[in-house]
RNA sequence: CGGGGCGUGGCUCAGCCCGGUAGAGCGCCUGCUUCGGGAGCAGGAGGCCGAAGGUUCAAAUCCUUUCGCCCCGACCA
């Protein structure tokens, strides 16, 4: 390509709203444009490494054996209904009708249409196990985007979908997609700065899940990690190992005055304990069943609620902070909760430490009072006893005990054992070896292209602009023609050697543009293409080219003649 | 959805508090000079100041409403 008519611009300056690296070099090099909030544009080199992108994923899909097709964007909304999906999802999923009035959504993913295909297509064990993939427009109404490309709401992703008819056979593809993932990753240069952690099902459902998470300080998930035995999870679903707890024989409850003492720490303060013997009330009001329930859950002053994990154990489809008046419609009081005496409909979740623990301070459900020595089964019944604790820096690792630590990541990837929901929901069975039917075990597996973009970009990147891995390069070589009023040929040589690259399968950017020398260097830097070849009257006196790689400082004369071989080698590096 | 910020030429921004009919740099076009790391000079094109309404002799500027965008939080693959 020449970029003299080349289909974009770059710039000096990055739009002001652009704060990740990744946005800014992504908007000075020209390779997107914004249309709305969270909807971009590919320009011409962007669309470029898209691709490059989206080949390495055909190649490693279907070198596992995976095969691509393409499903529809916009679906009707019967297929969601049938999974329960068209009620479980909100706002997220862009709604919309036909000219008949017929309810239709945009695909934010494709279980759904997944497993209506599946029952069309596969009727025996003998099928199985098998997968297939597509590379698709999704589109997720997010209530904010942000990020560049990090977090869009109309985005390109790689989904694929495995069934078998048994755990047997989901367990062999999950393994299968997890090596392939990170051949993926590496291949797109992030192998070092992708770390694999165990995660939440989320809206999937199933029954295990891994996210491919890319280390980054911008990163909106914090991934817990033990030195000791590798542990590796996302925060919403990582535990921590309890300390044991000796039971103290309950004493009588007590009621002490303690004004304005609304928070834990002034509680610890006023009364003299530490913030492990005090237990502290949060309240939501979830969506569970399709019914409104207040949720009041207990924790241990000195732990933090993880709100994947009550969501998740109390199956709720919805959760949101209640309201002071919530709160003091059931009997209790900001600031002052405590289980003790609420009113009976209210849903009580305690953490594991609170049900095993005794004597805990907690507040008196009265502005200004709190209590000693509550304990949970005696002075109220909690309805579910479980894990609710965030996990955070510092606690002891659940497997082996040692001090846990903190990252933060930009998930990439995700692979989900979904098991039978989707095909259960649209009838897609199979008939096993004795002539039975049994449900087809599902697995959906997904990499975000526009976000694999931008964290490669993340993790390549110097003062000057991008370095491009070659394996995702808009252009393998960018050859900046320096000539002057008066050339003399360097563009023809440019050309010819351009001709020549391109016959040995070199992808080729050439700047044509009348620009001075100064300008085409640093529009070079910032594009980022591995190699670039200066053309100039200086060399081709003595019949040769200047060849310099983007990562590297050192600049080389190289003949003419044997440019198409040096830069060969060059790449294979 | 809560909190905060911002909408002035393609990009970065000034002007707004204290109303008087729009500016700078970069980019773009023309010419001359320059020519291996974002050149100089001269000339030029391009903006109903996000939109609507109001106040006023007069609104980019003040008031109201609205739309859009960004950031933090909530939420979410």
């Known amino acids: 390509m020449r970029l003299s008519t080349l289909f974009t611009q770059t710039y000096r300056e990055a739009p002001a709203e652009a704060e990740l690296i990744s946005h800014q070099l992504a908007m000075r090099a020209g390779l997107i444009r914004p249309l709305a909030a969270g909807i971009f544009s590919y320009l011409p080199l962007g669309f470029r490494v898209k691709q490059k992108i989206e080949q390495i994923l055909r190649e490693e899909m279907l070198a596992i054996d995976c095969a691509e097709i393409v499903m529809p964007v916009v679906h009707p909304s019967d297929i969601w209904e049938a999974s329960g999906r068209w009620s479980d999802v909100g706002a997220e999923m862009l709604r919309l009708k036909d000219r008949a009035g017929r309810d239709m959504c945009l695909a934010m993913t494709h279980e759904e249409v997944m497993a209506d295909l599946a029952r069309h297509f596969i009727h025996s064990y003998r099928q199985l196990p098998t997968s297939v993939f597509q590379i698709q427009t999704k589109f997720r109404d997010e209530p904010r985007s942000r990020g560049g490309l990090i977090r869009v709401r109309e985005f390109t992703m790689k989904d694929a979908y ?82 044991k707890v000796e039971a103290d024989a309950p004493e009588a409850i007590e009621e002490v005055a303690t004004p304005d003492t609304t928070t834990i720490e002034d509680v610890c303060r006023l009364l003299d304990v530490s913030a492990d013997r005090t237990a502290k009330a949060i309240f939501h009001i979830a969506r569970i069943e399709d019914e409104d329930r207040f949720v009041f859950s207990v924790l241990r002053g000195d732990h933090e609620l993880n709100e994947t994990k009550l969501t998740n154990a109390i199956k709720a489809t919805e959760m949101r902070p209640s309201t002071e008046e919530e709160i003091r419609a059931i009997g209790s009081e900001p600031g002052y909760g405590s289980a003790v005496g609420v009113k009976a409909d209210v849903l009580i979740v305690v953490d594991t430490a609170i049900a095993e623990g005794t004597n805990f301070v907690a507040g008196a459900n009265k502005d200004g009072f709190h209590l000693k020595n509550v304990n949970s089964g005696r002075d109220f019944t909690p309805d579910l006893a479980t894990d609710l604790v965030a996990v955070d ?36 069975s199979v008939l096993d070896e004795n002539g039975k039917a049994v449900p087809l075990v599902m697995g959906s597996y997904g990499i975000g292209v526009d976000r694999l973009l931008a964290c490669i970009i993340e993790s390549n990147h110097d003062e000057n602009g991008i370095v491009w891995p070659v394996a995702v390069a808009p252009f393998s070589v960018h050859i900046v023609v320096l000539a002057g009023k008066q050339p003399k040929g360097e563009l023809e040589a440019a050309e010819k050697l351009k001709c020549e690259l391109e016959a040995s399968g070199v992808d080729v950017l050439i700047d044509d543009r009348e620009e001075r020398a100064g300008v085409k260097f640093n529009d070079a830097d910032l594009i980022g293409c591995p190699v670039r070849i200066t053309v100039g009257s200086r060399g081709l006196e003595n019949g040769t080219v200047e060849v310099k790689r983007r990562a590297a400082e050192e600049k080389e004369d190289v003949a003419v003649d044997d440019v198409v071989k040096h830069v060969g080698s060059t790449l294979g590096n």
């Open 393 to 428: 820096a510092g606690m002891p690792c659940s497997h082996c005990g040692t001090s846990l630590t903190t990252t933060r990541g930009i998930e990439v990837g995700n692979i989900f054992k979904l098991g039978s929901k989707y095909t259960d929901a649209v009838g897609a």
């Open 162 to 243: 495995s069934f078998s008819a048994d755990q047997d056979g989901l367990d062999k593809i999950y393994g299968d997609m997890f090596k392939a993932y990170l051949m993926v990753f590496n291949r797109a240069g992030l192998g070092d700065d992708i770390r694999v952690v165990e995660s939440d099902t989320g809206m999937m459902g199933g029954s295990g899940a891994h996210e491919f998470m890319f280390l980054n300080d911008a990163g909106e998930d914090t991934l817990i990690e033990c030195g000791g035995c590798g542990y590796k999870a996302n925060r919403q679903v990582a535990t921590h190992q309890r300390e």
